[in-house]
């Protein structure tokens, strides 16, 4: 079936530790993005990718990283500079990458991250 | 930037009951979706809705572009519409990135 996967379901990070999300879609989308949702709030935009080896930062992007090496793939890593990362991690595509319009975003299931 | 503000915050009701859920946005919108978030976290989009009137079976919404808002509307509702409800708009200033509310979270008693 076509969609997105996110892997792990839980990710548990120790102080110092960077830690890597995977996100991968096999919906054919030019465009990938990462958020972040806080309890009780909205999305917030980490990442986003309109084509392979290209990325733009969002609105939080401090402290994240990312790479878009292959179309499928939007790799999402909490560095250590991250001083808090606990929070609940989505990741999404959309179909028209560089339209000027955004398409409508399908979502992964999600990666709840907790700091031990 | 755009803000987006989505009301109720909270809202409990019935198995069968209607609602309406608001969004407010503060400028110019090409685009705006509604999204629900079922309590496991996945977030499914409803509509894709800049202007106009769209129906899905149970669920219609309407953007009035012009007055800046768009209401969702539920009718007969069900338990599985539980969940969170957002509003998402696209800010021309900020390279079209989707811009959301806060929510509004819907709880339907059987």
């Known amino acids: 079936d076509g969609g997105i996967t996110q892997s792990p379901k839980y990710l548990f990070r120790k102080e110092g530790q960077n830690v890597t999300l995977s996100c991968e879609q096999n919906?054919?989308?030019?465009?990938m993005y990462w958020y972040r949702q806080d309890p009780g709030q909205g999305l917030r935009l980490i990442y986003y990718s309109q084509i392979v080896n290209d990325f733009q930062k969002g609105d939080i992007a401090e402290g994240y990283s990312v790479s878009r090496e292959k179309k499928e793939s939007f790799p999402l890593t909490v560095t250590s500079a991250q001083k808090n990362p606990t929070a609940f991690y989505l990741c999404?595509?959309?179909?028209?990458?560089?339209?000027?319009?955004?398409?409508?975003?399908?979502f992964g299931p999600g990666t709840r991250l907790l700091v031990l | 930037g755009i803000q987006v503000e989505q009301s109720p915050p909270d809202l409990i009701l019935q198995e069968g009951a209607n609602s309406t859920l608001r969004c407010n946005f503060s400028d110019s919108v090409n685009n705006l979706q509604w999204f629900h978030q079922n309590p496991w976290g996945q977030l499914i989009n409803l509509f894709y809705?800049?202007?106009?009137?769209k129906q899905n079976g149970r669920l219609s919404a309407t953007t009035v572009a012009t007055e800046r808002y768009s209401l969702l509307y539920i009718s007969s509702s069900q338990t599985t519409d539980s969940g969170v409800y957002f509003c998402a708009v696209e800010d021309m200033d900020s390279n079209y990135q989707l811009i959301w509310g806060a929510g509004t979270k819907l709880i339907i008693k059987p």
């Open positions: 919906l054919n989308h030019d465009a």
């Open positions: 809705i800049p202007s106009g009137t």
């Open positions: 999404a595509s959309s179909h028209k990458g560089n339209s000027r319009f955004q398409e409508t975003q399908y």
